[in-house]
C-alpha cells in the first residue's frame, strides 16, 4: 500500500484516538522515570516534533508526549515506534521491505542531548530498532551493534522476536524477483525511513532514525540511518538534523553533521538544509535519479526541511498542532 494511502487507512486512525499514556501504552518502550516529572520551560519556544515524511500518527505521539512534560528521547523513540508496528508502513520496522534475498534487516539510531548515541545494523526479527538502538546507548560501552549480536543482545535485553516479512512484503518480494531489476524510485514507498527530531520543555533535543532501508537492497547493505552524523546528528548546544532518501549519497556528505554546523556557523535550519542538498546535487549529476530530504531543528525551536524533488512534506507538532509542511525542492528553484 502506498504511504499517502496507509496514513488515512482505519487502523491508524483507530490509533489516533487513544491518546495520553494509557492510548501509549503499546508498546512499552520503558519511558525514562526521571523524564516523567514535569519540567519548566525554558527560554527555548518548545516543545516541538518534526518528523520526515507525513507520519502524521507518529509525530503527534512525540508531540503529545512532550506536552505532558516527557523528555525528547522519549518522545522521540515512542514516536517512530508507531511506525516501527505499523504493518501497513513498508519501508519501517515490521512489515518493512526485504533485501533481495527476503530477509527484513532494520537499522536505527538515537542520539540524545548529552551527545550520547546508539545504533544497531541490519537487525532481523526486532520491530523496535529505536528502543534497541536506545538500550545500546545506554546499557553497553559501545555506540554501534550489528546483525547477530545485535538480535542477541535485544534478545537479552528482553526484546521479543517476531517475523518481521508480512504476507504483503512477501508477496511484493517475489513479483519483484520476477525482473529483479533494483531500481529505488523517488518518493515511492520502497525507501521512506522515520527520522524524528523534539525540542522538550527543557529545552533538550534528541532524535531518532529508523528504517527497513532500501526496498530489496543488497544482503548486508547498510544506508546511512543507523550511522551518527549521516542519517542523524545532534548537538544540544546549536540543534539537530535527521536525513532521509538515497542513503549512500547522505553517507557521502555526512549530512546530518553537516546541517548542524552550518547552523552553528549562523544559518537557519531551513538554510542549513537547503546548503546539504546543495552540496549533493552539485557533486553528484545523477541526483536527478534519487531523492535525498532533510529535516532540522535549532535550540530556538525553528525547524527547516529541503529536498532534491518535489513531494517530500515534515510533520511539524508545535504548541499542541500536528501540521504537514511541504518542503522546498531543489529542482523546483533551480
Ligand atoms: N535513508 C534510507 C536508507 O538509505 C532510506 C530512506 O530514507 O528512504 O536506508
Known amino acids: 500500500m502506498k504511504r499517502r494511502n496507509f496514513l488515512t487507512s482505519g487502523a491508524l486512525n483507530t490509533l489516533a484516538l487513544g491518546f495520553g499514556l494509557s492510548g501509549l501504552a503499546k508498546p512499552n518502550l520503558n519511558l525514562s522515570s526521571s523524564s516523567k516529572s514535569r519540567t519548566k520551560k ?28 516527557y523528555n525528547a528521547l522519549d518522545a522521540v523513540i515512542q514516536g517512530v515506534a508507531v511506525e516501527e508496528e505499523n504493518i501497513k508502513n513498508t519501508t519501517v520496522g515490521k512489515g518493512g521491505s526485504p533485501d533481495r534475498e527476503g530477509n527484513v534487516t532494520l537499522d536505527a539510531c538515537v542520539m540524545d542531548h548529552t551527545g550520547n548515541c546508539g545504533a544497531v ?12 538502538a536506545r538500550k545500546v546507548m545506554e546499557d553497553t560501552p559501545h555506540v554501534i551493534l550489528a546483525g547477530e549480536g545485535a538480535k542477541e543482545f535485544a534478545l537479552n535485553s528482553g526484546f521479543e522476536a517476531e517475523n518481521l516479512l508480512t504476507e504483503a512484503s512477501e ?21 521512506d525511513t522515520i527520522g524524528m527530531l523534539a525540542l522538550d520543555a527543557k529545552g533538550n533535543i534528541s532524535g531518532a532514525c529508523t528504517t527497513s532501508g532500501l526496498a530489496y537492497k543488497m544482503k548486508g547493505r547498510v544506508g546511512d540511518s543507523p550511522i551518527i552524523g549521516s542519517g542523524l546528528f545532534i548537538d544540544n548546544a546549536i540543534g539537530g538534523a ?8 547522505v553517507i557521502k556528505t555526512v549530512g546530518s553533521f553537516l546541517i548542524v554546523e552550518l547552523m552553528r556557523n549562523g ?68
Open 42 to 69: 525554558s527560554k527555548a519556544s518548545g516543545p516541538v516534533a518534526i518528523c520526515t515524511w507525513e507520519f502524521t500518527q507518529a509525530n503527534a505521539t512525540a508531540g503529545k508526549l512532550l506536552d505532558e512534560g
Open 121 to 132: 545494523m541490519c537487525v532481523e526479527d526486532i520491530t523496535h530498532v529505536a528502543a534497541l
Open 171 to 191: 508477496k511484493a518480494w517475489k513479483e519483484w524477483l520476477k525482473e529483479s531489476k533494483y531500481q529505488p524510485i523517488i518518493n515511492i514507498e520502497n525507501h
Open 242 to 249: 535527521v536525513a532521509t532518501g538515497m542513503g549512500e549519497e
Open 267 to 334: 544559518m537557519s535550519p531551513q538554510e542549513a538544509c537547503e546548503e546539504a542538498v546543495r552540496r549533493i546535487v552539485t557533486t553528484n549529476p545523477n541526483h536527478v535519479n534519487f531523492q535525498v530530504a532533510y529535516i532540522a531543528i535549532n535550540k530556538e525551536g525553528e525547524t527547516g526541511c529541503y529536498c532534491i524533488h518535489p513531494g517530500f512534506k515534515m510533520m511539524k507538532y508545535e504548541k499542541g498542532a500536528n501540521n504537514p509542511i511541504v518542503a522546498g525542492s531543489y529542482l523546483q528553484k533551480n
